[in-house]
């Protein structure tokens, strides 16, 4: 038996903030987003952008966009069938599979829907019709704890997120609450 110390696990709630801030941040890119929020805590996390904010009234083979792109993780590598998602789906379902709990809410300038999931399942949706002066999403989880038991390592997730506000120079970027500054 060796009494040499254990590796750290993955910091999957970082892997879940990176991924997600890099959705809204292509937002950013094309001209469509400002703003991105960045919490993390623990195996929590919550990242909000002021971009377009996803497909709220789309289907895809018969199934809501949104459910579709954070639930079927094996999608668009099943044969015989077309990738009309963008390739970031994929990561979403990934995030999605990795938390015990997952809120997503899309905002529009007409509607806003808040869709919820717990262990990878889609358990509510509402659409509410009210108007809005923002759109964007805010998407917000807990990694399971079968993943990861250890919070978040902030340290390291902040320098990463000044690597991004410094190549993206015209993004305002906020993590736990206070404005970054590259």
Known sequence: MSDAPTPDPQDLAAVAVRA?????????????????RVTAEGTSFSIA??????????????????????????YPFESGRNAPVQIQGI???????????LAVTVRKRDATLKQSFR??????SELIDVKSEQSGNAISG?????????????GPLRDW???VLAASPNLRLFFNGRELKA
């Open 20 to 36: 997600l801030v890099l959705y809204s941040l292509a937002e950013v890119q094309a001209g469509h987003a400002t703003t991105i």
């Open 49 to 74: 952008d002021d971009g377009r904010g996803h497909a709220i009234e789309r289907d895809i083979a018969g199934i809501p966009y949104l459910k579709f792109i954070y639930t079927q993780l094996e």
């Open 91 to 101: 990561g979403m379902s990934l995030v999605n599979a990795l938390c015990s709990e």
């Open 119 to 124: 262990d990878g399942q889609l358990r509510e």
């Open 142 to 154: 807990t990694v399971s704890p079968r993943f990861q038991t250890r919070g978040v390592r902030a």
């Open 161 to 163: 997120l000044l690597g």
